[in-house]
């Protein structure tokens, strides 16, 4: 495959661990933390996907935070401010996939194009990658927070291409979430599903991924076929 292809990370969930906030949740709930810590990603997305949907923009800090009020009040759980605070800074330190580093750098020595492309605001997404020790990796970083909307509605991708300075049939997105995955392709992208467990499901729709991979080093080795 030619190696000037432009791809497009999705940061939360793709590159970045966000199960990385269960070591101090494990800590001020115990048995609830997986679970907590499942609903507050999901209902995160979900205030994202309807505040897109409403023309009604907030950023994506505050969605998580918006979501973490309701975990807790659907958990019965009752956290201090500090504790609060404390969590949701650990949201801009959150540890990237172990396979993350050595596939970005494979790709980088390969000539490929390489952003990174997410809802969260440009400021944390920086701080977040560097962090991780993977930001200089990268061509540059996309935030939909320019345009205030988020992914997966049209205009999100259409902002990542005018950045990238790239055609649809030119870019790919890498994604664990089917949500971005369906978005991109919708938009006129190629995409890949990074299926990192088996317990995962793609979404039952009539958009299929381009390519499912277990992993960023499956994409690696595949987009060099």
């Not at 009040?73 to 050595?102: R, T």
């Given at each position: ?18 199960n990385g906030v269960l070591v ?57 401010k500090e504790q609060k605070d ?89 994604s664990s979430n089917s949500f ?46």
């Amino acid at each position: 495959m030619s190696k000037n292809i432009t791809l497009a990370f999705d940061v939360y969930g793709t590159l970045i661990d966000t199960n990385g906030v269960l070591v101090l949740l494990e800590q001020l709930i115990a048995d609830k933390a997986k679970s907590f810590s499942q609903t507050w990603r999901e209902k995160q997305l979900e205030y994202s996907f309807r505040r897109a949907a409403m023309v009604n923009y907030v950023t994506f800090a505050t969605c998580t935070l918006y979501a973490l009020e309701y975990t807790c009040k659907y958990y019965n759980v009752s956290l201090s401010k500090e504790q609060k605070d404390e969590l949701m800074s650990i949201c801009k330190v959150l540890p990237a996939f172990d396979e993350v580093k050595e596939a970005l750098t494979e790709l980088k020595k390969d000539g490929f194009r390489i952003f990174a492309f997410s809802n969260g605001e440009k400021a944390t997404l920086e701080k977040l990658l560097d962090n991780a020790n993977i930001k200089d990796l990268f061509l540059g970083i996309v935030s939909v927070d320019d345009i205030k909307t988020f992914k997966p509605t049209p205009g999100a991708y259409a902002h990542f291409l005018r950045q990238a300075d790239v055609k649809g049939e030119e870019a790919w997105l890498i994604s664990s979430n089917s949500f971005d995955v369906t978005g991109s392709i919708s938009a006129g992208m190629k995409s890949a599903w990074v299926q990192r467990s088996s317990d995962m499901i793609f979404d039952p729709w009539e958009i299929k991924p381009t390519l499912v991979v277990n992993s960023l080093l499956d994409f690696t080795k595949k987009i060099r076929d």
